[in-house]
């Protein structure tokens, strides 16, 4: 291997090249992931359900054989055991032996990482500390709620003080205060140079503290890079006018836009009402799609009107003025102009909506 | 400390929790201290048997059965024979069913993976540490004997210990068959319920194969019988034509006689011979199927042997002999009683069973813990195949 690329597999901590497995009846759950975390930083994988997620986790963990793996972990390949001694992992919905006090768990998990044992007592009490169990530690872990079992597997994950973390949906069932202390805790993982790798449902908790993330989508790595590099292309201006102004024109006339109307589904409540036991006969009917229109500007940037609403692909202050002059000059009140960052969720929507699997066209606009 | 020895000694530390924590583990804990209670209420003396301070008379005595070996064939007979090898070991199959389907549990065995131990190891140790319920309790109940056999009959045994490896040993033939099915069907129920439905199919296969011996040895005896039968005839036979050549005017009619005789016998031989081939055949099948299974009741019956309580039973034998010849003196079972001489001998015959248990005492332990072994080690090797070529 020349040095070059040398060094630049050993500032990873986790490399994949390319990472396939392909189960029973020739269903394929990985479809050659290639996906790199830097040492010393927090990477989220997100993806939708059954996009492979876990399996990939599992693999590099060495709990489910890959059909085809080049990949490693801390400089060794992946399936290499004794790495897995500088690694710590807490699976989804994990089961505890129900014997075990909460401390008991952390020190057994830590002789199966080879801790010794007065460093395993000492480490259990540090890490009984940092997760806020300490009260609780001597407890049947049969007797914890769901979020104090999640912090004790925290706990487990990092008793033999790892370099690599890997979490499966650390904050499930955790209360809102306990995912702010498993943040801070990751964060200061993060401070100490350990890499901590998340695999998540929630967004915004990853969007907090990730600094790179990858979008996993039906088995492949649908988008991966820092949340700046991944939004600063789908950065847009948003305007609104207001309707009642003195503008007779349609607004695509005033910006001498080329649009074509486009049909979009509605977009789903955002807390859908609860189903009745007995279903009325003649229920509201499902709201209307929106019409929207989208085409390109005179000078290339993409558009999107939807009622009083543009969206432009524009991402310079300076370049927006000549709109809005333009806007104002053909009577229209413009009530808000806003430089819009897409969210995580919004590009986990769109990495999610292009995969031809789901059958639905990328959006333009977003 | 060496990262093996850690990692082995935290799965073990485990394990031991788990039985602390298993009501199962001290109700048999309990049972086997009333055991031990009642086998130290019971002692026997000149007379006969004692119960506390009851005396029941008896002919089995000291006289016969010297107090040691009177607590001996108590400890290997009732303490092993019944309670750690039935009764202990269903209740520690209930224990331990569960083992193997909780450890593969989806959000259990991931935790145990992704630790740096391999699979093989991991799924040994754990394999080991299902062994610990019985190697505990059988420790225990042999050490509680020990000092029971030493205070009362004034032997102190060591090798009494020898119930904890071959107890282990006959639980692990079973518990082999448990963790294969534990892996294959991820169900504690299953796996119990198929375990105790092959060890009865090893109790019937035990069963048929002890009864097939008997009615061959029996046979044998039969054919030694008229072989024994015919070679007199044919010594009467040959004296008869003596006579007849002195000119012994009835000689003819004996000889006729004893020809007659023969005839019968060698009709009544080619009559029953078809049926001794056939349980022969049956038996050296049923025999081959034996050898590849696993044998719970010869190796516990290897206690017995190592403790030498055979030898008070080898004195009866030698009693029961010396009656049998005494009887046959006096004309009680016929004129050929004693020369193996009966051509229908039944299964029941004392002959009969003592020959067939020389036969299975004859059979090496290499055989009965050697071929178990080999079956163990098969199956061990089968579920370590799936547990490693498994994804979790």
Redesign the interface.
């Known amino acids: 291997m020349p040095a070059a690329a040398a060094n630049a597999a050993d500032s990873l901590a986790i490399d994949l090249r390319d990472v396939a497995k392909r189960y029973k009846g020739r269903v394929d759950a990985l479809k050659g992931i290639e996906m790199h975390v830097r040492r010393g930083e927090i990477f989220g994988l997100l993806g939708p359900n059954g996009a492979g997620k876990s399996i990939l986790v599992?693999i590099i963990?060495?709990?489910?054989?890959p059909t085809r793996c080049v990949g490693s972990i801390l400089g060794r390949p992946i399936g290499h055991?004794?790495?897995?001694?500088r690694?710590g992992?807490l699976?989804?919905?994990?089961?505890?032996?129900r014997?075990?006090t909460g401390r008991?768990v952390i020190e057994?998990?830590?002789?199966?990482?080879?801790?010794?044992?007065p460093t395993r007592k000492r480490r259990a009490a540090e890490l009984l500390e940092l997760v806020g169990m300490r009260t609780d530690a001597d407890r049947k872990v049969g007797t914890y709620s769901k979020g104090m079992a999640q912090r004790i597997g925290l706990a487990?994950a990092l008793v033999n003080d790892p370099d690599l973390i890997l979490l499966d949906e650390p904050t499930d069932g955790v209360d809102p205060v306990g995912r702010r202390d498993i943040r801070d805790v990751l964060v200061r993982l993060r401070a100490q140079g350990k890499t901590v790798f998340i695999n998540s449902h929630l967004l915004s908790e990853l969007e907090m503290i990730c600094d790179r993330v990858a979008i996993l989508v039906a088995g492949r790595v649908a988008r991966q890079g820092t949340l700046n590099d991944l939004t600063l292309a789908r950065q847009r201006y948003e305007i609104e006018v207001s309707t009642n102004g003195q503008s007779t024109r349609p607004l695509r006339e005033t910006l001498g836009a080329t649009v074509q109307p486009v049909t979009m589904p509605s977009p789903p409540p955002i807390n859908p009402p609860i189903p009745p036991a007995f279903p009325l006969v003649g229920a509201a009917p499902p709201p209307p799609p929106r019409s929207i229109e989208r085409g390109t500007l005179p000078t290339g940037q993409w558009i999107e009107i939807e009622g009083s609403l543009i969206r432009v692909g524009i991402t310079d202050a300076a370049a927006i003025q000549p709109l809005i002059d333009r806007l104002r000059i053909d009577g229209a009140i413009v009530q808000r102009v806003q430089l819009v960052r897409p969210s995580l969720e919004d590009l986990f929507i769109e990495a999610v909506a292009a995969d031809p699997a789901n059958g639905r066209a990328p959006k333009g606009g977003i | 400390?060496t990262?093996i020895l850690?990692?082995t000694?935290?799965?073990f530390?485990?394990a031991y929790?788990?039985l602390?924590?298993k009501k199962m583990f001290w109700i048999v804990l309990v049972i086997s201290c009333l055991v031990v209670a009642s086998f130290a209420v019971v002692g026997i003396n000149a007379r006969g048997f004692t119960i506390l301070w009851f005396e029941i008379q008896s002919v089995f005595n000291t006289g016969v059965i010297p107090k040691p070996t009177f607590y001996k064939i108590m400890f290997s007979t009732l303490g092993v024979g019944w309670w750690l090898n039935w009764f202990a070991i269903i209740l520690a199959l209930v224990s331990t069913a569960g083992i193997m389907p909780d450890f593969i549990?989806?959000?259990?065995?991931?935790?145990?993976?992704?630790?740096?131990?391999?699979r093989l190891r991991l799924f040994l140790t754990k394999y080991l540490t299902g062994l610990l319920f019985v190697t505990l309790q059988v420790a225990l109940f042999t050490t509680a004997c020990f000092f029971l056999i030493g205070a009362r009959a004034g032997s102190w045994d060591l090798r009494v210990f020898l119930a904890v490896p071959v107890v282990a040993l006959v639980f692990s033939y079973l518990f082999c068959v448990c963790t294969l099915i534990g892996l294959l069907t991820r169900s504690t129920v299953a796996a119990l319920l198929l375990t105790i439905l092959f060890w009865l199919m090893i109790f019937g296969v035990h069963s048929s194969e002890s009864l097939l011996l008997m009615s061959k040895t029996a046979g044998r005896i039969e054919t030694q019988a008229y072989e024994n039968q015919f070679s007199y005839l044919d010594k009467e036979e040959a004296m008869y034509k003596e006579r007849i050549a002195q000119a012994d005017p009835k000689a003819q009619a004996q000889l006729d006689a004893t020809r007659k005789r023969r005839r019968e016998l060698e009709d009544k031989k080619k009559a029953s011979d078809p049926t001794r081939r056939n349980i022969a055949t049956a038996h050296r099948a049923l025999y081959a199927v034996k050898t590849i299974l696993p044998k719970t009741a010869e190796t516990s019956a290897l206690l017995a042997r190592w403790l030498n309580v055979a030898e008070t039973a080898a004195d009866e034998e030698k009693l029961d002999e010396r009656d049998r010849r005494r009887a046959a003196r006096n004309g009680a079972n016929g004129w050929f009683s004693g020369f193996r001489d009966r051509t229908e001998v039944r299964m029941d015959d004392s002959e009969v069973i003592r020959e067939s248990e020389d036969i299975i005492n004859a059979r090496p332990v290499s055989w009965v813990m050697g071929t178990s072994i080999a079956f163990e080690a098969v199956i061990l090797a089968l579920s370590a195949w799936i547990f490693c070529?498994r994804?979790?």
């Open positions: 599992k963990m060495t709990i489910v054989r055991k004794p790495t897995l001694g690694a992992y699976p989804e919905n994990h089961r505890f032996p014997y075990l008991q057994f998990f830590g002789g199966l990482a080879n801790v010794d044992r487990q | 400390m990262p850690t990692q000694g935290a799965l530390l485990d929790r788990d602390n924590a549990a989806g959000g259990a065995v991931d935790l145990y993976l992704s630790k740096p131990i391999s070529r994804d979790y």
